[in-house]
């Protein structure tokens, strides 16, 4: 049975908080069957160089370009290897961000949701759905590392999920 390997990233606020894509980041990227960006890519820049490597889906963040608005949208369902996964970006007003997440998809049966917006790696799970936050690659903000994900699916079997950490965003 073929397992899809999929990045998720966010955050990645370019070409502002970084020039490139970290090594760290791209020696994953080389091996994934597709790349998900849970917003905040900033400019365009960013969606054409993740292409390259693998196909992209994602949704816009509060401080993308106009080009992101008109081709992505601010939800997104995703079914992988028979696992339905939610995206979104999580901005907005009012709750925390995690809650926002979770009520992007409260009517809808997703397995898990993938966010960003706050930059805090997060994988717990609640009320039966997994949330994962990759935090950001080249905005750490307070937090130690640099961090994104990595998920392995097989039908039938659970998702794996992982954060990959590190500490210099030129490495």
């Not at 080389?30 to 905040?40: K, S």
């Not at 007003?93 to 998809?105: M, S, Y």
């Not at 809808?108 to 917006?117: A, K």
């Amino acid at each position: 049975m073929k397992e899809v390997n999929v990045i998720v990233l966010g955050d990645t606020h370019m070409p502002r908080m970084a020039k490139q894509l970290p090594e760290r980041l791209l020696n994953e990227i080389r091996a994934a069957d597709l790349i998900i960006h849970v917003g905040d890519w900033q400019t365009r820049d960013v969606y054409e160089q993740l292409k390259q490597f693998a196909p992209v889906k994602g949704v816009y963040g509060n401080v993308d370009e106009p080009f992101f608005y008109g081709h992505f949208k601010d939800k997104l369902v995703l079914n992988l290897a028979g696992h339905r996964i939610g995206v979104t970006h999580g901005h907005g007003k009012g709750k925390t961000t995690e809650k926002r997440a979770l009520d992007q998809f409260s009517n809808q049966d997703v397995e898990l949701i993938l966010f960003g917006h706050s930059h805090i790696p997060l994988h717990r799970e609640y009320e039966g759905r997994v949330l994962f936050n990759p935090g950001s690659p080249t905005d750490k903000r307070r937090q130690s590392h640099y961090s994104f994900g990595k998920l392995t699916l097989f039908k039938n079997e659970p998702i794996q999920i992982e954060h990959i950490f590190f500490v210099d965003k030129k490495q």
